[in-house]
């Protein structure tokens, strides 16, 4: 994945994905609602965020590392993807 490859109301998947929430399990998926002109910084929401708190900010770098693919077709609308727990 590039910087081009981001695009802003796109979903993206960790490459190590997480279970984050308490009642409801989610994967730590990163909605982007922010890519800087110059394309080194993006803002995201998504589990991880908290009700009332800013959208975090940071480089594109940093989320290049963290993404491993769009998972934005797999999302139910207005909702996150719950977790699927496997065992091996």
């Given at each position: 994945?590039?910087?081009s490859?981001v695009?802003v ?9 997480k279970?984050v ?13 922010w ?38 077709e797999?999302?139910?609308k ?11």
């Amino acid at each position: 994945m590039e910087a081009s490859d981001v695009k802003v109301g796109r979903v993206y998947r960790a490459k190590k994905p997480k279970a984050v929430g308490i009642l409801m399990r989610y994967y730590d998926d990163r909605l982007i609602t922010w890519v800087s002109t110059m394309k080194d910084q993006i803002q995201y929401d998504g589990p991880t965020v908290r009700m009332g708190s800013k959208y975090p900010t940071i480089s594109m770098k940093s989320f290049l590392r963290w993404a491993n693919a769009d998972v934005t077709e797999h999302i139910p609308k207005n909702d996150w993807q719950e977790y699927e727990f496997h065992c091996s």
